[in-house]
């Protein structure tokens, strides 16, 4: 009998928790002192969508503990994107096409960019895209 956990999007109140337990978890295997989790970066993670679920929570802050310079991770120190989540649309919401389409581009240069640690050339080549197009895509939706 199988048994599927929902994802870590519909659980937000497990976040703080499994959050910690990544970081203790990091800290022991880096051997860097690290500790804590600032709130603004916290407010992030709240707000990210996480469509890896808990696997791209462990690697965001291990990824963070490793590569950050404070004694507690910022926001700074998490992936490229992370909290800047797109709000689902409901069907109470009123979308223009437009807006929907420029949504799922964000979406896609975002996650693009996650996978590629923001290497902006990489993130272009994941799409299929040539760079120069790819930084006028970002620009255009507001991506930095």
Same mark, same amino acid.
């Given at each position: ?29 880096? !051997?860097?002192? +690290?500790? #804590?989790?600032?709130? /603004?970066?916290? *407010?992030?993670? &709240?707000? =990210? ?13 291990? !990824?963070?503990? +490793?590569? #950050?310079?404070?004694? /507690?991770?910022? *926001?700074?120190? &998490?992936? =490229? ?18 807006? #929907? ?44």
């Amino acid at each position: 009998m199988p048994i599927t956990p929902p994802p870590l999007r519909e659980r937000n109140e497990d976040i703080p928790i499994l959050a910690d337990f990544f970081l203790r978890k990091s800290v022991v295997a880096t !051997r860097r002192s +690290v500790s #804590g989790i600032s709130t /603004e970066a916290m *407010a992030k993670m &709240l707000v =990210y969508d996480w469509p890896g679920n808990v696997r791209e929570l462990a690697n965001a802050i291990e !990824r963070a503990v +490793v590569l #950050g310079s404070e004694k /507690e991770i910022t *926001a700074t120190d &998490l992936p =490229y994107g992370m909290g800047e989540a797109i709000a689902p649309t409901t069907e109470s919401q009123e979308i223009t096409y437009h807006d #929907g389409i420029n949504n799922a581009r964000k979406k896609l240069v975002v996650n693009a960019l996650n996978k590629t640690n923001g290497n902006r050339a990489a993130a272009a080549r994941l799409l299929g895209l040539e760079a120069k197009y790819f930084l006028r895509l970002m620009k255009s939706l507001g991506i930095e």
